[in-house]
């Protein structure tokens, strides 16, 4: 009896952790995505900038 009812209990909860999941995982997706474009925006700006200045000064 106490066998079936840790059954339901262990369904019950791997359901709640799969739905849990399944609402996580889009904004770590979209978290993880920010961060990275952060830190091509960081590298990249700079050196858009240096581009800049040299070819201001060629002209």
Do not use: C, R, T
């Not at 904004?27 to 200045?53: C, D, E, R, T, Y």
């Amino acid at each position: 009896m106490l066998m079936k009812i840790a059954d339901n209990y262990d369904e019950e909860v791997d359901v709640a952790v799969q739905s849990l999941l399944s609402l996580v995982e889009p904004l770590l997706v979209v978290v993880l995505g920010s961060i990275v474009g952060g830190i091509v925006l960081a590298l990249f700006m700079p050196l858009v900038k240096m581009i800049q200045s040299v070819s201001d000064s060629q002209s």
